[in-house]
């Protein structure tokens, strides 16, 4: 009898995932900060707001979550070994704690971005070790970063496509389970609702699944900046819909991505781009330090929820991200300048968020 053996000495990769392991275990979970809502609001309904505090994590952001799912998929599924160059279409957050987990693990790594990417992120992926690669229209990032895999012999890790098949959610300490878990003592334990917005839609997902696995009574808000083409598709029951870039950096996309999954969401709101600016500005002054503006549409969906439920005279408690620090846009978010430029006015909604903080007034 004749035997093939393809499979390759499994050392490399137990050691590489042992790294990951360690470097997890080194970590400590991140915060669940309780927002503070004014005390008066108590007398007549309970109800409260926790912030689950991604910026904590070593690159700074809720993607170092996901980096690390994409390189144990394609770890366990023989898709990365010693010599694999790592690549990825990401401008952003992902990139940056991609670029890490590639320098873990003694692997090169190459993001490729739009041309108009800013030279402060692409700082911060050369600061994690990768190296951009740039390409003129924003759609050809697929491309040209499968590609660059292809000619490498590569691993394209496309999160846009594995950010749901990724993450164990059913547990595993994924970011659900993290916050069931901190809750537990808290006077509403179980959310009545949990906010994220949806870049590839694997928050969503993880979270939507390990909701109906554990069979909580928690609803899923997803918040989607204007003009992105996942409002639709939720809206109009189609995938085949399109929209345009997002202005705010991190959510929000011109096609619906692969691992967004509608049916797990029981609500969306569209968040317009400067209120989700507006609401990172307030935020950070409430907190003292700043937020990103994807935090800034996640907590201006809170708020609404928060709002109705004051309204109706229901008690129970809301869950969102703080996404990355706004320590990563003090160039552009947080600019007079830059602001104006891309014709964000905070002070629209200005009005709102002064309304809520004094009397849970919504608009």
Request: proline residues 4%; hydrophobic residues 40%.
């Amino acid at each position: 009898m004749t035997v093939a053996a393809h499979s390759q000495p499994r050392c490399w990769v137990d050691r590489a995932i042992r790294l990951i392991a360690a470097d997890a275990r080194r970590s400590a979970d991140t915060h669940l900060l309780r927002y503070p809502l004014p005390s008066a609001w108590s007398e007549s309904v309970d109800v409260a707001l926790y912030l689950k505090d991604e910026s904590t994590h070593i690159t700074g952001s809720l993607k170092h979550r996901l980096a690390r799912s994409l390189f144990l998929y394609g770890l366990c599924n023989g898709w990365i070994d010693e010599h694999t160059t790592i690549v990825e279409a990401s401008s952003g957050s992902t990139a940056v704690s991609e670029a890490y987990f590639a320098a873990l693990l003694g692997l090169p790594f190459v993001a490729v971005i739009p041309a108009t990417t800013s030279a402060s992120k692409i700082r911060l992926i050369e600061a994690q070790g990768g190296r951009c690669h740039l390409v003129d229209q924003p759609g050809e990032v697929y491309a040209a970063a499968q590609r660059i895999a292809d000619e490498t012999g590569g691993h394209y890790l496309d999160q846009f496509t594995n950010a749901e098949r990724a993450t164990d959610w059913r547990g595993n300490n994924n970011i659900a389970e993290s916050i069931f878990e901190q809750m537990s003592d808290e006077t509403h334990p179980i959310p009545a609702w949990i906010v994220v917005g949806a870049g590839t839609g694997g928050t969503s997902a993880t979270i939507g699944r390990y909701i109906r696995y554990r069979r909580h009574h928690t609803k899923l808000c997803v918040v989607d900046p204007e003009n992105s083409a996942f409002f639709r598709c939720y809206a109009e029951g189609r995938r085949d819909v399109t929209g345009l870039p997002s202005r705010i950096e991190g959510i929000g996309r011109p096609r619906v991505e692969p691992s967004f999954l509608p049916k797990l969401v029981d609500r969306m709101e569209c968040v317009p781009d400067s209120a989700s600016v507006a609401t990172a500005h307030h935020v950070s002054r409430v907190l003292g330090r700043r937020v990103g503006p994807s935090t800034g549409t996640n907590i201006w969906g809170a708020f609404s929820l928060l709002a109705e439920m004051v309204s109706a005279g229901v008690g129970g408690s809301v869950v969102t991200l703080i996404a990355d620090s706004g320590d990563r846009y003090a160039d552009t978010y947080f600019d007079a300048d830059w602001l104006s430029a891309h014709n964000l006015d905070p002070s629209e909604h200005a009005g709102a968020l002064a309304g809520f903080e004094r009397s849970c007034s919504w608009i």
